[in-house]
């Protein structure tokens, strides 16, 4: 006959052994998967495939049941989107050639051009939903950690996400606005600079820690705040968010110089699906030198 103790002992060795094999699996799995996340992602990439060529089959199915009358709707929307696009594609070259006119009166040098690839969503962890995730590439696309990644928002203005920060041959891993470890300049309409996630404003449910922010400019809530161009992966003017809130300074009664406020992104990062990865056309410390 067993004694009551011992029983008892052993099923508290036993829930110790149990408590202990999940720490080291927690603690093993946030080790191990940034190392070897990319290369079982390649490793297994055919079978991570098969949601995006399922999402596309129910697409094209669901387009296959409508009207020809829905269907020539569509096509005309388009169309017109397509005829708008045109115009501000136009535009943009006439503000280009005036540029690189201007430049070339001022001596100057001619402005880094970019490359845009295209990428998907493939794979997303429930415990960083809004911090990273993984995205398939082209094996040639060129894509190296720094790059920026940029989505549409829901006006179709175009949003900084994030940026690459590894590389694998067919996926790459994306830290977005949200990662804790993602340090970015930003400029605001007034002006005024800061730098995401720094400061000693602590991140709020939805909202964006920006830090260093002069405390000689005036900031307004609603007022956009883009990239600088200072990243050497990120282009200048990607739009990044709009100021919530920024601290509000006495200077005749502080001496603080710089300012914390937040900052709501502009990117919809629980539907994320497309986006494009920018890449320098010609690579950092290349660049055309000046005659």
Same mark, same amino acid.
């Given at each position: 006959?067993?004694? =009551?103790?011992?029983?008892?002992?052993?099923?508290?060795?036993?829930?110790?052994?149990?408590?202990?094999?999940?720490?080291?699996?927690?603690?093993?799995?946030?080790?191990?998967?940034?190392?070897?996340?990319?290369?079982?992602?390649?490793?297994?990439?055919?079978?991570?495939? $098969?949601?995006?060529?399922?999402?596309?089959?129910?697409?094209?199915?669901?387009?296959?049941?409508?009207?020809?009358?829905?269907?020539?709707?569509?096509?005309?929307?388009?169309?017109?989107?397509?005829?708008?696009?045109?115009?501000? *594609?136009?535009?943009?070259?006439?503000?280009?050639?005036?540029?690189?006119?201007?430049?070339?009166?001022?001596?100057?040098?001619?402005?880094?051009?970019?490359?845009?690839?295209?990428?998907?969503?493939?794979?997303?962890?429930?415990?960083?939903?809004?911090?990273?995730?993984?995205v398939s590439i082209n094996p040639d696309s060129g894509i190296?950690?720094?790059?920026?990644?940029?989505?549409?928002?829901?006006? @179709?203005?175009?949003?900084?996400?994030?940026? *690459?920060?590894?590389?694998?041959?067919?996926?790459?891993?994306?830290?977005?606005?949200?990662?804790?470890?993602?340090?970015?300049?930003?400029?605001?309409?007034?002006?005024?600079?800061?730098?995401?996630?720094?400061?000693?404003?602590?991140?709020?449910?939805? &909202?964006?820690?920006?830090?260093?922010?002069?405390?000689?400019? &005036?900031?307004? =809530?609603?007022?956009?705040?883009?990239?600088?161009?200072?990243?050497a992966g990120i282009p200048r003017g990607i739009l990044i968010?709009?100021?919530?809130?920024?601290?509000?300074?006495?200077?005749?009664?502080?001496?603080?110089?710089?300012?914390? @406020? $937040?900052?709501?992104?502009?990117?919809?990062?629980?539907?994320?699906?497309?986006?494009?990865?920018?890449?320098?056309?010609?690579?950092?410390?290349?660049?055309?030198? &000046?005659?």
């Amino acid at each position: 006959m067993k004694e =009551p103790g011992k029983q008892s002992d052993r099923k508290v060795i036993f829930a110790a052994a149990v408590l202990l094999a999940l720490l080291f699996a927690f603690a093993g799995y946030r080790a191990l998967r940034h190392s070897a996340g990319l290369l079982l992602g390649d490793f297994f990439y055919p079978y991570l495939a $098969l949601s995006q060529r399922s999402t596309q089959g129910v697409s094209e199915q669901a387009l296959l049941l409508l009207s020809r009358t829905e269907l020539a709707a569509k096509t005309e929307a388009l169309i017109k989107e397509n005829r708008e696009f045109a115009i501000r *594609v136009k535009e943009a070259e006439t503000l280009a050639d005036e540029n690189r006119e201007l430049r070339k009166l001022l001596e100057l040098p001619p402005p880094s051009g970019w490359n845009y690839h295209a990428a998907q969503v493939l794979l997303r962890d429930p415990m960083f939903w809004r911090e990273r995730f993984t995205v398939s590439i082209n094996p040639d696309s060129g894509i190296t950690p720094g790059s920026a990644v940029i989505s549409a928002g829901p006006d @179709g203005v175009p949003a900084l996400v994030g940026i *690459v920060s590894r590389v694998g041959r067919r996926n790459a891993e994306v830290e977005t606005l949200f990662a804790p470890s993602l340090r970015l300049s930003l400029q605001f309409d007034n002006g005024g600079t800061g730098f995401l996630n720094t400061g000693e404003r602590q991140p709020a449910a939805g &909202k964006l820690p920006v830090g260093h922010m002069p405390v000689n400019q &005036k900031y307004t =809530p609603g007022e956009e705040a883009c990239s600088t161009g200072y990243e050497a992966g990120i282009p200048r003017g990607i739009l990044i968010g709009t100021l919530s809130t920024a601290d509000e300074v006495d200077p005749d009664f502080s001496s603080a110089q710089h300012i914390t @406020g $937040l900052l709501t992104p502009k990117t919809d990062f629980d539907n994320l699906r497309h986006m494009v990865i920018a890449v320098p056309a010609v690579p950092p410390g290349r660049e055309t030198e &000046k005659p």
